[in-house]
């Protein structure tokens, strides 16, 4: 005796449906590129090799353990109460044509330390520029 299941739906699916989509998609595509505006003018970067050199740039960081260095000179660090003087003399002085504090903080500084360097900036209306590594 046969007692099994006769009529078994097929899982397959079927390719016609999927054929007419891309042959549709192609279609769409051809009729588009035909109708699109060939030469739409775009305004490139032009280099002349006779570009400013780049202004000098105070670099300021402060370590780990919350004190302040400036990168010309790695070998002693300073408190704020020290290094706020030091910063106000160089960017009045030797960068007083650039504006731009590049300021560099550890990441188990805390950032109280970074913030004060940030509010000195700002209230000398230098622009500073954050640096995280």
């Known amino acids: 005796m046969n007692l099994g299941r006769r009529n078994r739906v097929k899982a397959e699916g079927g390719m016609s449906s999927m054929t007419d989509l891309v042959f ?5 595509f051809i009729i588009m590129s035909t109708m ?6 775009v305004e ?7 570009g400013q050199p780049p202004k000098p740039v105070l670099n300021v960081g402060v370590t780990s353990d919350n004190r302040y260095l400036l990168t010309d000179d790695v070998d002693k660090f300073y408190s704020y109460e020290e290094i706020e003087p030091i910063i106000i003399s160089k960017m009045n002085g030797d960068l ?7 300021i560099s903080g ?5 950032y109280q330390y970074v913030f004060r360097l940030i509010a000195l900036a700002k209230d000398n209306e230098w622009k500073p520029i954050l640096v995280f590594e």
């Open 44 to 50: 490139l970067p032009s280099s002349d090799g006779g």
């Open 96 to 102: 007083s044509d650039n504006d731009i504090i590049k």
């Open 106 to 110: 550890d990441k188990d500084a805390d």
């Open 36 to 41: 699109s505006e060939p030469g739409i003018p």
């Open 24 to 28: 549709l998609m192609l279609i769409f």
